[in-house]
């Protein structure tokens, strides 16, 4: 029989040197209570985390003579029914670049007339607002209250030195001019003298000429042709359909029809240029059914010929699908040519 002794001590070794890993180290001159209490404050600065302090966002008042232009901001029910309706930041991004877009161009003086007259036709057109509708208010109102608080900028000072450096070349070139002016002949001072007298005369008759031209020309006006309307169209109508503008309106005329006329036509005269060309940006909208046409127009007697009106209407038509015109819209980001973009691609693939 084979001795089972000399495998005992083995397994004892193996033990031992599982014990050795197993320990370890202890920290050297430290007392047991002092390494707890370190460990206590270690785990004190982990768990308290200081509250951090409020930030306050001060709001600028907006002044009761602006508060009054604009009763909007201070409606605090229809604050209250567009913060109800939940907005998410796709379609913030969205609406806020539709209505740039329809901005784009429009004097700062005039925009907050502007996107107020934009906020009271979606109010106009129904009593009981949608969610979409709500929405359109919602950034109207917040670009209205940005446009309101943009303070005008400061003229910046001219600097005195550039002015006294100016000052300095032009005596310096008169001394000059005094110089060479001794240093001519008789003969020739007379002539120049001539020179100088009908100079003076041509000058008169120039600004007399312009006067004349300026009293026979008046004030420009801003007039719009609109055409292709309903037979039975009527001011409240055409003005609902320009309710952007509305407060920059002058004046609207809409001739008697015809006979044998199947739509009608309209002159409205505008205030400035910003709201002339939103009026333009507005042609081939729809309204009762109809595809009218906002087209420039030129005065009864113009020197404008027939073939220069249509140049620039053409133009300005041009401008309007490149919107480039404020108010106008790219024909690229309207959504009736996309479908058509799409509809063509879809015929491609049948006919091949």
């Known amino acids: 029989m084979a001795k089972t002794v000399a495998e005992a001590p083995v397994v004892k070794t193996i033990a031992k040197k599982n014990k050795l890993k197993n320990k370890k180290p202890k920290p050297k001159n430290l007392k047991a209570g002092a390494a707890s209490e370190s460990a206590l404050k ?83 057109k129904s009593e009981n607002l949608n969610e979409s509708e709500l929405r359109r208010i919602r950034i109207l109102y917040n670009m209205l209250k940005l446009s309101v608080h943009k303070e005008k900028p400061v003229p910046k000072a001219k600097n005195a030195s550039k002015n006294k450096i100016r000052k300095e070349r032009k005596r310096k070139a008169k001394e000059a001019q005094e110089k060479e002016g001794n240093n001519e002949s008789p003969k020739e001072k007379k002539t120049n003298n001539v020179d100088d007298k009908e100079k003076v005369k041509n000058k008169k008759n120039d600004q007399e000429k312009s006067n004349d031209n300026q009293k026979v020309k008046g004030p420009k006006r801003y007039v719009v042709f609109i055409g292709n309307l309903a037979q039975d169209i009527d ?98 980001k309207k959504r009736s040519q996309r479908r058509m973009k799409a509809k063509l691609a879809q015929k491609k693939p049948e006919q091949a």
């Open 235 to 332: 001011k409240e109508r055409l003005m609902k359909h320009f309710s952007d503008i509305s407060d920059f309106v002058v004046d609207v005329r809409i001739p008697k029809l015809a006979e044998g006329k199947k739509s009608a036509i309209a002159y409205l005269e505008l205030k400035n240029e910003s709201s002339y060309e939103i009026a333009l940006s507005k042609h081939h909208t729809m309204l009762d059914n109809r595809r009218i046409n906002v087209l420039y127009s030129t005065q009864q007697n113009s020197k404008i010929t027939k073939t220069e009106a249509k140049g620039k209407s053409a133009k300005l038509i041009a401008l309007q699908k490149s919107g480039q015109l404020s108010g106008s819209v790219p024909l690229n």
């Open 42 to 124: 270690q785990v004190k600065k982990v768990t308290e985390v200081k509250p951090k302090a409020e930030v306050q966002v001060k709001e600028n008042p907006i002044p009761e003579a602006i508060l009054k232009k604009y009763p909007v901001l201070k409606n605090d029910e229809l604050v209250k029914k567009f913060l109800s309706v939940e907005l998410t930041n796709n379609q913030k991004g969205r609406i806020r670049q539709v209505l740039k877009e329809s901005f784009k161009g429009t004097a700062e003086d005039q925009l907050p007339d502007v996107i107020n007259n934009k906020i009271q036709s979606i109010m106009k």
